[in-house]
Antibody
Framework: EVQLVESGGGLVQPGGSLRLSCAAS????????MSWVRQAPGKGLEWVAN????????YYVGSVKGRFTISGDNAKNSLYLQMESLRAEDTAVYYC?????????????WGQGTLVTVSS | EIVMTQSPATLSVSPGERATLSCRAS??????LVWYQQKPGQAPRLLIY???TRATGIPARFSGSGSGTEFTLTISSLQSEDLAVYYC?????????FGQGTKVEIK
């Protein structure tokens, strides 16, 4: 059974940093592109970043470029999102999501999400 | 960036009736479109990919159609457990973008 379990969310002040983690199991982690997708309270979904299996390609939505860094550790079956210079508009539930096929970047499995709140 | 527009924002349907949800892309995405279902308090679930192929385990009452810029998700006979927000997403052009969602209510 595929499982994605996020952790690391919490309350952080504007300008602060946070590192999210996603522990994956039930599939060959090194065989799939992985993404972070976020959802602001009461709002829709927004793709944030993704990473190729070997880490050789990474892409970000414009609003987080230069502030967020996605990474993965195939030995630990884990995905990460390092978030710097956080803003109030980054407040959201952050989901870890697995691409179904290659770089298509639609998602057949999602984690339960971890809430990030940016507030003073 | 491709803008995905869903309509209506809210759809109220009686159990057993048909629900028709629309998704429009600001430019052609070919058949590179998926639909997700998000129930309250849950993560999204993949329903349809390639505009019309049901994902594993998805009931046959869910069907997708369309190509280019116009897409439709149809729930042929609405069940109470279909109460959810439904999102479309294109995966033809970077960045991948989602529609704003259609909330399906049970009348």
């Amino acid at each position: 059974e595929v499982q994605l379990v996020e952790s690391g969310g919490g309350l952080v002040q504007p300008g602060g940093s946070l590192r999210l983690s996603c522990a994956a199991s039930g599939f060959i982690f090194s065989g799939y592109w992985m993404s972070w997708v976020r959802q602001a309270p009461g709002k829709g979904l927004e793709w944030v970043a993704n990473i190729k299996q070997d880490g050789g390609e990474k892409y970000y939505v414009g609003s987080v470029k230069g502030r967020f860094t996605i990474s993965g550790d195939n030995a630990k079956n884990s995905l990460y999102l390092q978030m710097e210079s956080l803003r109030a508009e980054d407040t959201a539930v952050y989901y870890c999501a697995k691409s179904q096929v290659g770089a298509t970047n639609y998602f057949d499995y999602w984690g339960q999400g971890t809430l990030v709140t940016v507030s003073s | 960036e491709i803008v995905m527009t869903q309509s209506p924002a809210t759809l109220s349907v009686s159990p057993g009736e048909r629900a028709t949800l629309s998704c429009r892309a600001s430019q052609s995405v070919s058949s590179s479109l998926v639909w997700y279902q998000q129930k309250p308090g849950q993560a999204p679930r993949l329903l349809i990919y390639g505009a019309s192929t049901r994902a594993t385990g998805i009931p046959a009452r869910f069907s997708g159609s369309g190509s280019g810029t116009e897409f439709t998700l149809t729930i042929s006979s609405l069940q109470s457990e279909d109460l959810a927000v439904y999102y479309c997403q294109q995966y033809n052009i970077w960045p991948r973008t989602f529609g704003q969602g259609t909330k399906v209510e049970i009348k």
